[in-house]
């Protein structure tokens, strides 16, 4: 990549934009060409084989992250979003990030968890001992029901038995769970594992007795765990108004907050997926599959927790991680022919799942950085106000370059709704 291209690049207009794209080898020339000719659309034929009762399609910008560097790679991050200034902030957090040597992943394993849920179980012990005992043959069927997966290289490889219990006076009932542990290569395996599970259920329930109730994959990915690691020395962090001292000091502080009440670590988890969401989505990813694992891991202690951790080391540098359950795919689902997920892998240059991982983490690591950072600082709302300005001049009619005069006006005006942006375009039209 060639990144002389790329600088200030979000002062191009569009079609600069994505002609230094072209320019810097992220996209090629036909990728190129289908986003000036706007061709990154859906057609209907393939929407009506993705979804039932299809009518159109529901549009969603696409844009581009820059300046990170991880694991020393450079790389351009494709974001689909609607929320003004999140790439932006993104953009901002991996230049200093970056500028401090960069993010840090690590990959430890990959592996999906599906679960054959049984009730009425007779005898709890014996039943988990035949299971125990059966281990090979479980794990040998639930391959046959998915053999293609083993030719790649993956599959079922190992389980365990977990009794759930419920220890308040609730009056559920015990159920017996019984977990395979399945490496789903590339795929995000939510198909792969729900068809080993159907697959070995009906033996399940032979060894234990019980009935299979539920036959699924769990989204609570916890044998998926990417984690990105910065370290940023006080100077950079320094602003108009704060030493960087000071600023490190409040973002360790604004996280602590953040670890100990749930009201403020829901809004902190929040800002870490508008980046997370954003490169999820954009690689045709199932991002309600990422949240739902995302949010459940931040309640492991038994609290809803921060899922940063920034600290000082001895040197006196902020030190940020991040570590999220990230069951994500680079085949399976719509990835292979969604025109703009094509897109978004070809931009990353088509990433191998763990290396997607690692990516997606890193802006997520990158996005609360920029968020806190500001948080402590000026606030967010003045970064936030002039994009969201945009937004609300367009909500207000106004086209081309009135868009950019409404905005100006509307950041300095003392009321910055829509009323008021409504006024300064009919003063501009005038
Ligand atoms: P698919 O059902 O599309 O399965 C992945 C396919 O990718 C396999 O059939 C496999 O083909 C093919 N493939 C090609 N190359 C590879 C490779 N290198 N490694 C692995 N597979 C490869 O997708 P998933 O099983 O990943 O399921 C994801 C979809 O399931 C998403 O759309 C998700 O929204 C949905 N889903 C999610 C649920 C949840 O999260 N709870 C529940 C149900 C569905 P081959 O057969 O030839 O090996």
């Known amino acids: 990549m060639d990144t002389t ?3 200030k690049f979000y002062k191009k207009n569009h079609d600069d934009k994505i002609d230094s794209l072209f320019l810097a080898g992220v996209i090629s020339k036909k990728e190129k060409d289908r986003l000036l000719d706007r061709t990154l659309e859906l057609d209907p034929e393939t929407g009506s084989h993705m979804i039932e009762n299809y009518i159109g399609n529901y549009s969603m910008p696409l844009g581009v992250a820059m300046n990170y560097m991880i694991d020393k790679e450079e ?27 960069g993010f840090k992943t690590t990959v430890i394993h990959r592996m999906m968890i599906g679960q054959v849920t ?16 059966a281990k090979q043959e479980i794990l040998s069927r639930a391959n046959e029901a998915y053999p293609s997966i083993v ?80 370290v940023i020395p006080a100077h950079k962090l320094k602003t108009q108004d704060f030493s960087g001292e000071e600023v490190r000091d409040r973002i360790i502080e604004a996280t602590q907050v953040a670890t100990i009440d749930p009201y403020r670590a829901v809004t902190h988890n929040k800002g870490i997926m508008n980046g997370v969401d954003a490169v999820v989505l954009a690689s045709g990813n199932d991002w309600r599959a990422i949240e739902a694992g995302v949010h459940a891991y931040a309640s492991r202690s038994g609290q809803y927790r921060s899922l940063t951790s920034w600290s000082k ?13 990230l069951p994500v795919g680079t085949v399976g689902g719509s990835i292979s022919f969604h025109p703009a997920a094509k897109l978004a892998h ?23 950085f920029a968020a806190v950072r500001a948080l402590v600082t000026e606030g967010i709302q003045k970064g936030h106000m002039g994009l969201h300005a945009r937004s609300l001049a367009i909500s207000a009619g106004a086209k081309g370059d009135h868009v950019q005069q409404v905005a100006d006006i509307l950041k300095h005006s003392k009321h910055k709704n829509l009323q008021r942006a409504k006024n300064i375009l009919l003063n501009i039209l005038e």
């Open 118 to 133: 049984l009730k009425n179980v007779p005898d709890i012990e014996e039943a988990t001992n035949n299971v125990a005992e």
């Open 75 to 101: 790389l351009v991050v494709p974001m689909a979003i609607e929320e003004p200034s999140v790439i932006a902030a993104s953009s901002f957090a991996a230049k200093i990030i970056g500028s401090a040597g």
């Open 151 to 230: 030719k790649r290289g993956g599959g079922a490889k190992n389980l365990d038995v977990r009794l759930l219990e419920d220890d308040t006076d609730s009056g559920i009932p015990s159920y017996l769970s019984v977990h395979i542990h399945v490496d789903t290569q590339e795929a995000m395996g939510a198909n792969i594992v729900n068809t080993m599970m159907e697959g070995i259920a009906p033996y399940i329930e032979e060894l234990t007795g019980g009935t299979a109730l539920l036959r699924i994959l769990t989204n609570y990915a916890t044998e998926c765990l990417a984690t990105s690691k910065c």
């Open 346 to 368: 070809s931009i990353m240059g088509h990433p191998k799942a763990h290396k997607l991982e690692r990516v997606i983490v890193s802006v997520g690591l990158a996005q609360n």
């Open 313 to 325: 080391n001895e040197a006196g540098d902020l030190v940020g991680e991040l570590t999220l359950p």
């Open 5 to 7: 291209h790329l600088t």
